[in-house]
T-cell receptor
């Protein structure tokens, strides 16, 4: 059973546009929701993360919106750039238990000039 | 930020041989490390959880005799693919959590591309 569902599978955005990737989860015990960025042939790198006590977190052009009641969270990339072209994974975990992270299926983002 | 080093980044081997991949946490202690396998254009598939000083916990469907995991110290875990076959060709990634700083973040290595001929 997929613990974290991610959409869309792929996304094409014009340079300067807004990229939006959505994730949904089932387990209400999850308390840490990171987004990872992965370039081809490289390991994932943490982009931004949020905990359920806030509804939004912004770091530069990247914003996470979190809806606890709907059990959904999304990544918004403002002013998307060709360098943002990568695969993005959302994830969820129970932070203090040392348990595994549950990853979404990934979104391949292409930003065209 | 914390760094996880993975080696080798690429390895090509003949069918039937064994390959060892190392995962080191360079500036923090990692009592737990995770090993993932990733197929092209797919998500990360957790293979096993590696605990320092104890046996690894394998996910369902992962052959523990084929994928040997050893976590001998707080900074080193190794994955050995035994008697490798072409179907074992994949991208293997390790990750670790800094239990002392306990920020919740999972730090990933750069991955190891295994090609079995």
């Amino acid at each position: 059973q997929q613990q974290v569902k991610q959409s869309p599978q792929s996304l094409i955005v014009q340079k300067g546009g807004i990229s939006i990737i959505n994730c949904a989860y089932e387990n209400t015990a999850f308390d840490y929701f990171p987004w990872y960025q992965q370039f081809p042939g490289k390991g994932p790198a943490l982009l931004i993360a949020i905990r359920p006590d806030v509804s939004e977190k912004k770091e530069g052009r990247f914003t996470i919106s979190f809806n606890k009641s709907a059990k959904q969270f999304s990544l918004h990339i403002m002013d998307s750039q060709p360098g943002d072209s990568a695969t993005y994974f959302c994830a969820a975990s129970m932070e203090n238990t040392g348990n595994q992270f549950y990853f979404g299926t990934g979104t391949s983002l292409t930003v065209i000039p | 930020g914390a760094v996880v080093s993975q080696h080798p980044s690429r390895v090509i081997c003949k069918s039937g041989t064994s390959v060892k991949i190392e995962c080191r946490s360079l500036d923090f202690q990692a009592t737990t490390m995770f090993w993932y396998r990733q197929f092209p254009k797919q998500s990360l598939m957790l293979m096993a959880t590696s605990n320092e000083g104890s046996k690894a916990t394998y996910e369902q469907g992962v052959e523990k005799d084929k994928f040997l995991i050893n976590h001998a110290s707080l900074t080193l875990s190794t994955l050995t693919v035994t008697s490798a076959h072409p179907e074992d060709s994949s991208f293997y990634i390790c990750s670790a959590r800094d239990r002392v700083r306990n920020t919740g973040e999972l730090f990933f290595g750069e991955g190891s591309r295994l090609t079995v001929l």
